[in-house]
């Protein structure tokens, strides 16, 4: 059974409320049977210096991806993953993490791949609840694992590969880079303050608009009320609910929190995350890549 | 200019050594919790560079803030100092084990300690390869300004 929805009216206004919880709901609900928390950051170590009380970690790296292939973990190692932190094809999952959640987003979204019903993000993440004074720990949780089915991961509706952008933008889709404004123009291909990761190309995909994935987040890494999210993405770039929209960052871990945003708050049918990002388009061979900060046109061939 | 000081099949030295046999004996996890060991050891600033911010370069490689600032003494003894924060306690590792394990080397041992020494370590695959990036930048920052600070004294 399903834990509880948080009624906060903010999360009210979204089209999918159940999707967030606050603070305040999961002091109030640690410990439920059906409940799983999960911490999932950007430092690998974050949290073993201290976490929410019986909360488990999954690392997005070393946990999610596979160790050979640039790829996600299939069904068989996904079942060991959550059966190993205890958590079951019905669990409630509340997903929390650093840096505004991320990570948490990525590990939310691929969650979603595998059909994970009931997968929600702790609104404001791990410094919200730091920042509140709520309690933390380093003790280990007391897990008992549990059978997980293998789940076959769907790589349809909310995943693009290159060659779904290429034939999206054929098509006319819309794409919105969620990069900083120098990843976008091309004066960088990383992020400021992260390390090269290997593009050999700078720029954006023709036509993406660029609306950094931050312009989501408020003040204190919980997300925008609807009116603002309105303001910047139905308003902002004409998307509407049936929009067919590709988010894209540099490996599709800022692009997985707008998708959230798209998807979950907004409620918009048709958005997939490009996890290949700029990593993989900025060293392609021959697809097409606009420099400056104009968003520059794609000529259908 | 040759591309790096390092030979290729050079000595480790000892406390890199040790340093480097303490991880690798340990299964994955348990490298993992060595680290986070380290991080804790990072020792705090001396108080004359406390007020200093400038004088520290940042280590832009790395995820999160991470500043180093390097000194060698009148015997040529290498004193490496960063800083990071808490919240990055991976950074905060790395640094520690270079600050631990370059203590008390000398300007020129510390130029011949190997660049993939952070590859040595055994910690790719409990960390990734792409966070060790940011420990491999960090050495070679150091010893760029080894470098820099011996050139001027000689």
């Known amino acids: ?301 | 200019m040759p591309l790096s000081d390092s030979t290729p099949n050079a000595e480790l030295h000892p406390a890199l050594a040790e340093i480097r046999d303490g991880f690798l004996e340990l299964g994955q996890k348990d490298r993992l919790l060595l680290l986070l060991e380290f991080s804790n050891e990072l020792p705090e600033l001396p108080g004359r560079y406390g007020e200093h911010p400038d004088l520290f370069e940042k280590v832009v490689e790395c995820q999160s803030p991470v500043f180093i600032f390097v000194e060698v003494d009148e015997n040529q003894i290498v004193h490496l100092y960063a800083t990071a924060p808490q919240e990055a306690p991976t950074t905060r590792g790395f640094a520690s084990i270079l600050a631990q394990g370059l203590a008390g080397l000398t300007a020129e041992e510390v130029l011949a300690v190997p660049d993939d020494y952070p590859q040595m370590l055994g910690l790719t695959q409990a960390v990734s390869p792409l966070r060790i990036r940011g420990m491999t930048a960090m050495l070679a920052r150091t010893k760029r300004q080894v470098r820099e600070k011996t050139a001027s004294v000689i």
């Open chain 1, 1 to 301: 059974m399903a834990a509880e929805a948080d009624t906060t009216p903010k999360f009210a206004e979204y089209a999918h409320p159940n999707r967030l919880v606050s603070t305040e709901w999961l002091a109030e609900h640690l410990g439920d049977t059906d409940l799983v928390v999960v911490e999932s950051d950007e430092d690998v170590l974050l949290y073993e210096t201290g976490h929410i009380p019986g909360a488990v970690k999954i690392d997005w790296h070393t946990d999610l991806n596979d160790p050979v292939t640039r790829d996600y973990i299939f069904g068989e190692e996904f079942a060991v993953l959550a059966g190993s932190r205890g958590i079951d094809r019905n669990s409630t999952v509340v997903i929390y993490g650093d840096k505004s959640n991320w990570w948490a987003a990525y590990t939310l979204w691929v969650f979603s791949l595998f059909g994970h019903e009931d997968v929600r993000l702790l609104d404001g993440g791990r410094d919200k609840w730091i920042a509140e004074g709520r309690e933390i720990t380093t003790d280990q949780p007391d897990v008992t694992p549990v059978e997980y089915p293998i789940a076959e991961r769907s790589d349809v509706e909310i995943r693009a590969f290159k060659d779904d952008v290429l034939e999206h933008l054929d098509a006319g889709g819309k794409l919105i880079d969620v990069r900083s404004p120098e990843e976008y123009s091309g004066e960088r291909t990383t992020a400021p303050a992260y390390p090269e990761e290997g593009a050999l190309r700078a720029g954006h995909i023709p036509s993406a608009h660029n609306v950094p994935w931050a312009k989501a987040a408020a003040e204190d890494g919980t997300f925008k009320p609807l009116a603002d999210l309105n303001a910047i993405y139905r308003e902002g770039l004409g998307l509407d609910d049936s929009s067919d929209v590709i988010a894209y960052c540099r490996i599709g871990e800022r692009s997985s929190h707008t998708w959230f945003v798209l998807t979950h708050l907004l409620g918009f049918e048709g958005v997939r995350n490009y996890d290949g990002s700029w990593t993989e388009w900025g060293s392609a061979v021959r697809v097409p890549i606009v420099q400056g900060s104009d968003r520059g046109e794609h000529v259908a061939k």
